[in-house]
């Protein structure tokens, strides 16, 4: 059976594939700044906003890991520096630093959003990004105007670009890297993804007839974890009841 980390597995989408890839008989270990009502095979409390306890995290983890979801996630209506930090750097950091205790063959998801879907245009700050650490970041969103929600969107558009830019960057050892875009989902932050979009929100919800549900992400996340995702590395899975495709038919 295989071992599997899984962020943010106190809620919504993480507790969703947190329960789901129990249900197929993973040995579960859950991480979250809270304790979640299931903690599986075990539970790892940390701040995943600070590197140093993102160091302990990995210290106490053990080695052999076969799958890696980072799920945890802050949304718009946070204050910018927080978001960035949980979204982006403390996901690179914990993904990196866990990596020597990831097992050959291994998975890594990435809770990206469909709120990253323009992440093109953002190259030149998504470049700068690559190196950021976790005290420069006032001065980075400065820099690039990166203030309220933007930050969000951010997050997310470098979320995919590096997860795309790393799809392969352990090659020997056949690590691989994929992400998963929700649309908005129906867990305790679809308020705050609501009100950050205004008046597009009910446009949008009209497309994809309903908001998702965390049991809607749960199963893709667990198959890109699973070896039947093994030729599957550096995708970005849209799961938004066909808004990417609305986007896109739009352009073209
Ligand atoms: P949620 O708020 O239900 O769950 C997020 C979990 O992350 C919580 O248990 C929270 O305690 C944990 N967390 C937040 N900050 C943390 C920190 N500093 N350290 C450790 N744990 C921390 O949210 P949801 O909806 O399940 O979101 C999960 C992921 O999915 C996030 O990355 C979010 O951006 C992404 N997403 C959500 C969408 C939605 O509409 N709900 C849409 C697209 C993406």
Same mark, same amino acid.
């Given at each position: 059976?295989?071992?599997?980390?899984?962020?943010?597995?106190? *809620?919504?989408?993480?507790?969703?594939? #947190?329960?789901?890839?129990?249900?197929? +008989?993973?040995?579960?270990?859950?991480?979250?700044?809270?304790?979640?009502?299931?903690?599986?095979?075990?539970?790892?409390?940390?701040?995943?906003?600070?590197?140093?306890?993102?160091?302990?995290?990995?210290?106490?983890?053990? $080695?052999?890991?076969?799958?890696?979801?980072?799920? $945890?996630?802050?949304?718009?209506?946070?204050?910018?520096?927080?978001?960035?930090?949980?979204?982006?750097?403390?996901?690179?950091?914990?993904?990196?630093?866990?990596?020597?205790?990831?097992?050959?063959?291994? *998975?890594?998801?990435?809770?990206?959003?469909?709120?990253?879907?323009?992440?093109?245009?953002?190259?030149?700050?998504?470049? #700068? *990004?690559?190196?950021?650490?976790?005290? $420069?970041?006032?001065?980075?969103?400065?820099?690039?105007?990166?203030?309220?929600?933007?930050?969000?969107?951010?997050?997310?558009? @470098?979320?995919?670009?590096?997860?795309?830019?790393?799809?392969?960057?352990?090659?020997?050892?056949?690590?691989?890297?994929?992400?998963?875009?929700?649309?908005?989902?129906?867990?305790?932050?679809?308020?705050?993804?609501?009100?950050? %979009?205004?008046? !597009?929100?009910?446009?949008?919800?009209?497309?994809?007839? !309903?908001? +998702?549900? &965390?049991?809607?992400? #749960?199963?893709?996340?667990?198959?890109? %974890?699973?070896?039947? &995702?093994?030729?599957?590395?550096?995708?970005?899975?849209?799961?938004?009841?066909?808004?990417? @495709?609305?986007?896109? &038919?739009?352009?073209?």
């Amino acid at each position: 059976n295989k071992t599997l980390v899984i962020t943010g597995a106190a *809620s919504g989408i993480g507790a969703a594939t #947190a329960a789901h890839c129990a249900a197929l +008989g993973a040995r579960v270990l859950c991480v979250d700044m809270r304790p979640p009502a299931r903690q599986h095979a075990g539970f790892f409390q940390a701040d995943l906003s600070d590197p140093a306890a993102i160091d302990r995290l990995v210290a106490e983890l053990p $080695a052999g890991i076969d799958g890696l979801a980072n799920i $945890a996630g802050l949304p718009p209506t946070r204050p910018a520096a927080d978001v960035l930090k949980v979204n982006l750097l403390g996901l690179r950091h914990l993904t990196l630093g866990l990596l020597p205790k990831l097992a050959d063959g291994a *998975s890594i998801v990435n809770l990206a959003s469909l709120a990253g879907f323009e992440w093109p245009q953002a190259l030149p700050a998504i470049q #700068a *990004s690559e190196d950021l650490d976790f005290a $420069a970041v006032p001065a980075f969103c400065e820099r690039f105007g990166i203030h309220g929600a933007r930050s969000y969107f951010f997050s997310k558009e @470098a979320l995919i670009a590096w997860t795309l830019r790393h799809r392969w960057s352990w090659r020997a050892r056949g690590i691989r890297m994929n992400a998963v875009s929700p649309g908005p989902v129906d867990t305790p932050i679809l308020q705050d993804f609501i009100e950050t %979009l205004g008046e !597009r929100a009910e446009e949008d919800m009209r497309i994809m007839d !309903r908001p +998702g549900r &965390a049991d809607d992400i #749960a199963p893709v996340v667990a198959f890109l %974890l699973s070896d039947g &995702a093994a030729w599957i590395r550096g995708t970005n899975v849209p799961v938004d009841g066909g808004m990417h @495709a609305h986007i896109l &038919a739009q352009i073209h």
